[in-house]
Structures are given as structure tokens and as C-alpha cells.
């Protein structure tokens, strides 16, 4: 199980998605990038990939309600609780992958999950755009249970 909790900034007034995608990078566009999942090109040069665990088409998208409601000030918490069916390092491992903020609209943010050793990932806006997204997401977890902190 992974939980991910944190605060990001410069994003729209509102609700909208946020997701763990497949990808290993934010470094916008990449020619022939491999989506491991993706049964349409549609995504095959996005560095960020799709939903990490969504195969296109299928309606149980595992991140589809995944959502933040940012204040007027543009502050929006994350927290996500013991979300089954992801782990840091075993099935469906999430260290490395790119987490990415939307806007009703867009792709607005984009961090990489560091390892736990590291501790941090680091948003910033998405490649290409000009939003303000920033935030900062600590990885930890617990040996009890197997939850991970994001």
C-alpha cells in the first residue's frame, strides 16, 4: 500500500487530478518513449507516461479519483491513505516513477519519486508550460504495515 501526503502551490482554484504515472522522467516530449501499459500511441512521447497501472480502454483506471481542491490562494493538501495495489520496491513499485498534477485541462506539475533514501520529491511546473506549480512530497515507510509515505 502506498499513501501520499503533501502540499503543492500554483495551481488552479478548484478541483482536479493528480496521478503516479508510469514514466521515469518529466522531461517533456521523448520520441518512441515506451508506455509499458498503453494500448494506444496516444501517450508514446510523453516522458510522464500514462496513469501508472491504467491499460487505455479499460474503464478501472486505479488513479482516475485521485483529487486535489486548491484554495483561492491557489494551496491545494494532497493526502491519499493506504492505497492498495502499489508498494515501493515489490509489485507495482512507485520509487522512480513521475507524479503528475493536472489542471482541469492540462498537465501543470511533475515531480519523481526519489527513493528512501533520498526522501524527497521535488514538483515543479511541467515541461512546456508556464504554470508555478511547486511542492515538495517525503518518501518514507513503515515496516509494520508496508505503507509508504509519499
Not at 491504467?54 to 493506504?82: K, R
Request: glycine share 12%; aromatic share 8%.
Amino acid at each position: 500500500m502506498v499513501s501520499v501526503v503533501g502540499t503543492v502551490t500554483g495551481v488552479p482554484t478548484g478541483t482536479a487530478g493528480w496521478h503516479i504515472h508510469e514514466g521515469y522522467s518529466c522531461n517533456g516530449n521523448v520520441p518512441n518513449a515506451p508506455t509499458s501499459t498503453a494500448t494506444s500511441t496516444q501517450f508514446a512521447n510523453s516522458a510522464t507516461g500514462i496513469h501508472y497501472g491504467q491499460v487505455l480502454g479499460d474503464p478501472n483506471d486505479p488513479w482516475a479519483n485521485t483529487m486535489y481542491t486548491a484554495d483561492m490562494y491557489g494551496v491545494a493538501q494532497i493526502s491519499l491513505l493506504n492505497f492498495s495495489g502499489f508498494t515501493l520496491y515489490e509489485s507495482m513499485p512507485v520509487v522512480g516513477r513521475t507524479i503528475v498534477i493536472h489542471s482541469p485541462t492540462d498537465k501543470i506539475g511533475c515531480g519523481v519519486i526519489g527513493s528512501p533514501n533520498q526522501g524527497l520529491a521535488i514538483m515543479t511546473n511541467y515541461p512546456g508550460t508556464a504554470s508555478t506549480v511547486k511542492g515538495a512530497l517525503r518518501v518514507t515507510e513503515d515496516p509494520v504495515t508496508g505503507s509508504v509515505t509519499i
